[in-house]
């Protein structure tokens, strides 16, 4: 069982008080948090690998609630496009979507969320037993869904093939300690309402997270004001498939009265704001979702929206986009932006009792961010520090379930080269089928 | 004469047609780019110091337009407080701001700038002799604005003292290579017309360029509307002031007649995306600015405003604002932003015909940034790469007028730990004024 005993550190807690400690230690005994207080407790420990903080900022491990990471390969492809999910992904998908891409993507994808200092994703995609095999793999806390769409998709010649795909997914993941299997009807529109229900039924049955991208696109509100006289919100709550297991990704065009159902049924929200604006899909409420006390987490959704998948350059863009859509600076204090990319994130998710902050009795998701850089100093608030002057490159040290996995920058124990190879002869596939299309 | 060949990068020319050489070569005697090509370049040239690029991509230096770089000691202070600018910023900077705060501060904001690719940088404080001289130093290209206000500032017991300053500093700097100086009246509201009138006649005396925050506030605009019946704009142009040497910085508040104004001055315009939205300031309508011709580059603001100093992390925001404002993806393709960090930025400025761009005859201003780091891959758009997908640390080697000032993502020949010890004293200063104020 490893030992480790990080110092010299100030620590960043996110506890429910916030408590800051300066000088501090936290004590790790195998995927456990044992023990946090400040430079006295070195002397107690004996015998523990000694991670020396170097004076950086020890924060808990970043929560991405919102992820297509396989689709990393596309990342620059198509970005300013009018209609690229009809135009360019459905088509590249369906030609090129394969386990091989799938779970090399994902490598990719999740060595780059472990050197930003996420320690938790979640994810979306097809083939998601490749996704789901590659966190294993490299040690990062996962949950993975397996998309549900009315059409045929990359793993299923039959429309809403995905729900058998999940039936044995589920059964070969659902007791991992790393990785929890969930099922991902991919909108209200791209399933009907009879394999809504179906699907949800099989998420309580398992108690396995249901994900799914809601009020998202105008057309979507669209169909359901004009079939229905509903919002998207009120049309699935009138199926009964909202609940606590319930993950939902953007929630941008939500009203008053979708919030009150979103909060009364514990929905778990995944805010995604760099996806949200470079698509120009609109501003989510995020400060009343906040305000509120819902379940509110970052997402960077895939990389051809988002295009990097990391937690740090979302923080900046919450704040900004807020304040000046609603015209006050003083708007979502950077503590509480820190909050949804940790805390926030593992209650979106329905974590918070294992992660999201630094307590005892908490598994060991940890992230060190140097202050050597120069865009890190000075600081007088640690807080605004993350938020609009850190970046990825920052993260020096990154722990997951007690597991060192990133240090001084460097993944650990994995030849990244081989996996950057990988990347790189996809992309020269991707380009020759480019042409065709 | 020092003599320098890159090799084994992907030029992003940013020339008239945009062209991008793969596997080029850029050739550079003394300051200047004396040739551009393929790899078949090479070979003509012997005994030229080389640089691989190691499959990088060379781009222009980049511009930041606008910036107080010596507030750098203040950053992360007051982030989300609602008026900054007179409870903290004037009572902080009129008990602390000294030569010595300027100078110091100056220097560690430059080291900031040149490692993150920015070459040029046009600035506005006091005692902005002592930025002169960092910037001179440093071996940074600079405009350095002294400002103008009507009330007694850090380097002056009198109202508009600056004018009286800016005589001298004019005179010393103003036929040095790297360094111009300028005159900064600070608002329109901040200062009388005659004075305003009159920091025009010694800009036009010397050629220099008038730098200034227009149209930013609300209550700036509400005072010309109510005063004058004009906005901010038509009121400077009333004076005559207006003219190819005056550099405006922010303008949010502006309407398609103010645009017309501008234009036809030739004003050129810093875009400061960053400290106008976490600022809740607006969102100045760049893309008309863009679309007509106009001269727009991008700036950072003072570091209390925008925190960090690099162009890299304005360019995701200026699209994604956009974009999202406008509800329409396809605004402004990153190309474009690209340019404003680079040609775009030299135009403001008035020095096109120096920098801006990888041409011959130019100075040899030139970034590379490395494509080996993770969030850098795979690469179909080289300009969506660099907007979306770049920060900061992927700045490998800075070429200022020929010098290499940095390589490796290392500051050569300063010690920059020097400077980082003297940030660190003035931050301790400054927390002990602050328990005053």
Tied chains: 1, 2.
Excluded at 91 to 110: F, H, M, S, T
Aim: charged share 25%.
């Amino acid at each position: 069982m490893d030992k480790i005993l990080i110092k010299n550190v100030t620590i960043l807690t996110m506890n429910k008080n916030k408590e800051i400690i300066e000088n501090g230690v936290v004590v790790i005994v195998g995927k456990e948090i044992i023990d946090i207080g400040d430079s006295s407790l070195e002397s107690k420990y004996k015998d523990f690998f000694i991670i020396d903080g170097n004076g950086g900022i020890l924060m808990p491990g970043m929560v991405n609630c919102h992820s297509h990471v396989s689709m990393v390969p596309f990342r620059s492809l198509a970005d300013d496009e009018a209609d690229r999910l009809k135009k360019y992904i459905f088509p590249l998908e369906k030609k090129l979507v394969d386990k091989d891409l799938v779970y090399n993507g994902a490598r990719y994808g999740i060595c780059e969320m472990l050197l930003s200092g996420v320690t938790t994703f979640c994810d979306m995609y097809y083939y998601e037993d490749e996704v789901a095999r590659a966190a294993s793999r490299l040690g990062i806390r996962a949950i993975v869904g397996e998309t549900i769409v009315d059409f045929p998709s990359p793993d299923s010649t039959e429309p809403y093939g995905g729900l058998e795909y999940c039936k044995e997914f589920i059964e070969k993941w659902h007791k991992d300690e790393l990785v929890t299997p969930a099922i991902a009807p991919h909108a209200p529109y791209t399933n009907d309402s009879e394999h809504l229900i179906e699907a949800h039924m099989l998420s309580q049955k398992y108690n396995v997270p249901l994900i799914m991208h809601v009020a998202e696109m105008d057309y979507e509100y669209k169909k359901y004001k004009e079939e229905y006289n509903m919002t998207p919100v009120e049309y699935l709550d009138s199926l009964g498939i909202l609940d606590k297991n319930f993950i939902a990704a953007h929630l941008v065009l939500v009203n008053d009265k979708d919030l009150d159902i979103l909060q009364k049924r514990e929905v778990g929200v995944s805010h995604n704001v760099g996806a949200n604006s470079k698509g120009a899909k609109g501003v989510a409420p995020v400060v009343k979702m906040y305000e509120r006390g819902m379940k509110v987490g970052l997402g960077t959704d895939g990389p051809m929206s988002g295009n990097t998948l990391d937690i740090i350059t979302q923080m900046p863009l919450v704040g900004k986009v807020q304040k000046l859509f609603n015209k006050d600076r003083t708007l979502l204090p950077s503590k509480n932006i820190v909050e949804m990319a940790t805390i926030g994130g593992a209650r979106t998710l329905n974590m918070e009792h294992l992660i999201g902050s630094i307590e005892v009795g908490k598994r060991a998701d940890l992230v060190i961010l140097e202050t050597e850089s120069v865009n890190m100093q000075p600081i007088y608030d640690y807080y605004s520090t993350i938020v609009y002057s850190a970046n990825p490159s920052n993260v020096d040290t990154v722990i997951v379930d007690g597991r060192i996995i990133v240090r001084s920058k460097k993944i650990l124990r994995i030849d990244f080269n081989d996996i950057k190879r990988n990347l790189l002869n996809m992309k020269d596939k991707i380009l020759c089928m480019i042409k065709e299309i």
